[in-house]
């Protein structure tokens, strides 16, 4: 299998924005309804909700299950207003 110029570029910048502390999507999952949470109420992120953060910027896989989450938990607040 050989890759694009495009795929290589892709590559490159993933791994030159890479950080030693960055979370993995195990641990995305694990935190994301907290991170969630705190993003509706409008809070300010610590630094664990800040790895997840980042690795949602990154995971296209994880953004999507948040969006999800967090088009849920949109629906369920506007259904008690």
């Known amino acids: 299998m050989s ?3 495009e795929q290589i570029s892709d590559l490159l910048k993933m791994i030159s924005t890479s950080e030693s502390d960055a979370a993995d999507c195990g641990c995305c999952f694990d935190q994301i309804a907290e991170f969630a949470d705190a993003q509706l109420a409008g809070q300010p992120l610590d630094d664990a909700m800040r790895i997840v953060q ?3 910027e990154q995971c ?3 953004k999507f299950e948040y969006q999800a989450l967090l088009d849920g938990l949109r629906a369920i ?3 008690r207003l």
Do not use: A
């Open 3 to 5: 890759l694009s110029r």
């Open 54 to 56: 980042r690795h949602l």
């Open 60 to 62: 296209c896989c994880c």
């Open 77 to 79: 607040e506007d259904d």
